[in-house]
């Protein structure tokens, strides 16, 4: 997109500095990405995160030493390990990386054909490249003196969406004329994502020939705490489940919640997902399917963790068929639905 001309200041002195104004940004943001699968890259990506006291909120002197220490000694080979049984290794990135460029282009030809030259569309990362900091620099360089910023997360989480608005509000403290911010809201009970989770169901169970016995809708986890301390990230998650039942005409014996990626000692909201399907499995429930609502785009959480160690706890168990129903990623539905999100909070800016 060719950037916003300079435009003089209304009511500014003759040899006032031209700036550029006018436009709105649209700046998607997602969890992160390492550069690179192996120690190095891992280890800096890892630190960041976990560095994140929004993700684990443990104190500092505490938690620090013991992260620095024997934690990133270690998990960067383990993780790095993962990454790289799922990294697209034609483009030199990981998945989640490849699918984010892949969401923000085609939402940037939506917003095209809706609003034209007036809005800008970009991605960033919370943590690892490109930066928001990074981003919101280019827009307000590029003439957005207003940006909608939209964190890819269906559902609200202090360890999500809270921690990618702080990096947000913490880039616009280096800002000179900080442009009129929104952040969007969560969108897990919007008709045309619930829309968008079914179609993926029923194209999946299309393709089968035999039918899942139960669909595992599975979130990603958070401390049990957080709920009790206010996070609505539990009841979002269990509307998203129940829309989508209602939305697929079945009943409560059809699908079953669940939580993965469990970290650290404390407990973290249950049932968890690796230990669920090994039960269902021993249960007599040989054939099911997994999806994974809260994630916008397939990442090391499904195509690794998912598709890789809890399909093993399920036919470990004795499970025969596992399905793995990929994330809703650049589908047409779902591009179409997020648009349809940020259509709606752009309200008042552009109509």
């Known amino acids: 997109m060719t950037s916003c001309p300079y435009n003089d200041l209304p009511n500014a002195e003759p040899d006032h500095p031209k700036v550029r104004f006018g436009k709105v940004g649209i700046l998607l943001a997602n969890l992160g990405t390492p550069d690179d699968y192996t120690y190095w890259p891992m280890r800096r990506y890892l630190s960041e995160f976990l560095s994140d006291k929004r993700v684990v909120d443990y104190s500092a002197w505490l938690w620090q030493p013991l992260l620095q220490g024997v934690i990133l000694s270690k998990r960067p080979f383990a993780s790095g390990k993962a990454y790289e049984s799922i990294w697209n290794h034609e483009a030199g990135e990981s998945p989640l990386l490849t699918i984010t460029k892949q969401q923000t282009a085609a939402v940037k030809e939506q917003m095209h054909k809706q609003f034209g030259d007036q809005v800008r569309v970009d991605f960033c990362m919370r943590y690892g490249n490109p930066s928001t900091k990074s981003k919101v620099r280019e827009m307000v360089e590029a003439g957005c003196d207003r940006i909608l910023f939209f964190p890819l997360y269906p559902h609200y989480a202090g ?193």
């Open 159 to 351: 360890a999500t969406s809270a921690t990618a608005n702080d990096q947000l509000f913490r880039a616009l403290m280096e800002e000179k004329w900080q442009p009129s911010v929104r952040t969007v809201p969560a969108y897990y009970d919007q008709p045309a994502y619930i829309d968008a989770l079914a179609g993926s169901v029923e194209e999946a169970y299309a393709k089968l020939e035999n039918k899942p016995d139960i669909l595992v809708t599975s979130y990603h986890g958070v401390p049990k705490r957080y709920l009790m301390e206010g996070d609505p990230y539990h009841c979002q998650c269990q509307k998203t489940t129940r829309l989508l039942k209602e939305r697929l005409g079945w009943d409560d014996s059809q699908l079953k919640t669940t939580f993965q990626s469990k970290f650290g000692p404390e407990e973290w909201l249950q049932p968890y997902t690796v230990e669920e399907v090994a039960r269902l499995a021993e249960a007599g429930h040989k054939r099911i399917a997994v999806i994974a609502p809260a994630f916008s785009a397939d990442c090391i959480e499904t195509l690794e963790e998912i598709n890789e160690e809890i399909k093993e706890s399920f036919e470990e168990a004795g499970g025969e068929e596992f399905t793995y129903i990929p994330c809703l990623n650049d589908s047409a539905p779902h591009i179409a639905a997020l648009s349809k999100v940020i259509t709606q909070n752009l309200k008042g800016w552009i109509d």
